[in-house]
């Protein structure tokens, strides 16, 4: 079974007849404070992003526009695909899950919001290092 705190989050949607209003708040909406915020745009289906796991950051990855897709695995052959493709949703990543994200449309803007400043030294980019930290070295 993959981790049960992987979750699909949906946001509170405001808004008349001149748009739409949806507001994300540090642990309100999601479970921690927000350190950093980027956004991956510009790339297409062939493109895989992501392919690490990290040791301390928890994230929230929501597509503002356009879809895409996250395929999320647990180090012990466990794994799942959460489709992102409604600007009011996203997907709440605990620390030490591997996570890919692909299956960019033309117009995808995901916004991935962490809760660590960039440190490289907590990311495991290597997936047999990564199922190794998992499994206390049982692979």
């Given at each position: 079974?993959?981790?049960?705190?992987?979750?699909?989050?949906e946001f509170p949607q405001r808004g008349d007849e001149r748009g739409r209003l949806v507001v994300v708040e540090?642990?309100?909406d999601i479970p921690f404070d927000i350190k950093r915020?980027?956004?991956?745009?510009?790339?297409?289906?062939?493109v895989i992003r992501g392919q690490h796991a990290n040791r301390k950051t928890e994230f929230v990855l929501i597509n503002i526009a356009g879809k895409s897709k996250?395929?999320?695995?647990?180090?012990?052959?466990?794994?799942?695909?959460y489709s992102l493709d409604r600007p009011h949703t996203g997907?709440?990543?605990?620390?030490?899950?591997?996570?890919d994200m692909y299956d960019f449309s033309e117009d995808s803007i995901l916004i991935c919001l962490a809760s660590e400043h960039y440190d490289p030294t907590e990311y495991i980019r290597d997936y047999d290092e990564y199922v190794k930290e998992i499994t206390g070295g049982q692979v």
């Open positions: 079974m993959i981790n049960r705190n992987i979750r699909m989050l540090g642990m309100q915020i980027f956004y991956i745009y510009d790339s297409n289906t062939e996250v395929k999320v695995k647990d180090g012990r052959g466990n794994e799942a695909v997907i709440y990543l605990p620390r030490m899950v591997w996570k």
